[in-house]
């Protein structure tokens, strides 16, 4: 049984803290790219790396993800971080299999070279941030 009353006060939590977040972010650039039909084969064919996120407008564990995500592209900056809307790009999503979301696909020269699919939070972001940075 689900208590709607509780999961309105968490959407309410979740917004404020969203836009706590977003208000922090307002002095320093952009380090999300938001990628699409248009940019997106380009982004991933850098030979760097790039980590990116896909993800939905409804989608609770991808909003509890974004300010995560955003935090460690600022820490990863030899990581280019990105995010594509399933919604509007379902052509992208299905080219790489994506059938849950959250999922993060790191790209190299324009081939996926890892993938991890849900709220895997800031130990899983770190990990395959950190992993490939080695190499």
């Known amino acids: 049984m689900v208590d709607e009353e509780l999961e309105k006060l968490k959407k309410k939590q979740l917004e404020e803290m969203l836009k706590l977040h977003d208000k922090s972010n307002i002095s320093g650039k952009t380090s999300i790219i938001d990628l699409d039909a248009s940019n997106f084969e380009k982004q991933i064919a850098k030979d760097n790396l790039t980590l990116v996120d896909f993800w939905a407008e409804w989608c609770g564990p991808c909003k509890s993800m974004h ?3 955003t935090r460690l592209a600022k820490k990863y900056e030899h990581v ?3 995010r594509v809307n399933v919604d509007t790009n ?11 979301i959250p999922t993060f696909i790191m790209f190299r020269s324009g081939k996926p070279i890892d993938k991890m699919i849900g709220a895997v939070g800031e130990p899983g972001i770190h990990m395959i941030c950190k992993k490939y940075s080695l190499n």
């Open 67 to 69: 300010p995560i995500f």
């Open 80 to 82: 280019s971080f990105a």
């Open 90 to 100: 379902q052509n992208i999503a299905m080219k790489f299999g994506v059938q849950s």
